[in-house]
């Protein structure tokens, strides 16, 4: 599958952005979606992934209550809203498809790890100003 993600841009603290990653190619087979951000010399981290049928998310703990992952299987293509950006939101996002996961916690809630994804859109930058 192949994964084009738009979306980015220059916001001021407190703004919102809205990122969408389209999928094409292998699209019969439901993949797990998820959302990835990275800045020079720090490892990928993941922000938000979404389950095959829409349920199931998970989120990092510094975007909870910011930022929104959806998906609409019928557009192939799965969105990340951002309100309330913060400087430290700055870097390269990424979106990734993948078969693995999710993985369920003792508390019913579940959880995504880099590895459960396989296939890999180009970033697109998004920079905060304070």
């Known amino acids: 599958v192949q994964l084009q993600a738009s979306g980015g841009g220059l916001v001021k603290a407190g703004g919102s952005l809205r990122l969408s990653c389209v999928a094409s190619?292998?699209?019969?087979?439901?993949?797990?979606m998820g959302w990835f951000r990275q800045v020079p010399g720090k490892e990928r981290e993941i922000v938000a992934a979404?389950?095959?049928?829409?349920?199931?998310?998970d989120y990092a703990a510094s975007v909870k209550g910011r930022f929104s992952i959806s998906r609409d299987n019928t557009k192939n293509t799965v969105y990340l809203q951002m309100n309330t950006l913060r400087p430290e939101d700055t870097a390269v996002y990424f979106c990734?498809?993948?078969?693995?996961?999710?993985?369920?916690?003792?508390?019913?809630?579940?959880?995504?790890?880099?590895?459960?994804?396989?296939?890999w859109g180009q970033g697109t930058q998004v920079t905060v100003s304070s």
């Open positions: 990734a498809a993948g078969e693995a996961g999710p993985h369920k916690l003792f508390d019913g809630s579940y959880y995504y790890t880099r590895s459960d994804f396989s296939s």
């Open positions: 190619g292998d699209t019969d087979r439901r993949y797990n």
């Open positions: 979404i389950g095959r049928y829409g349920i199931m998310t």
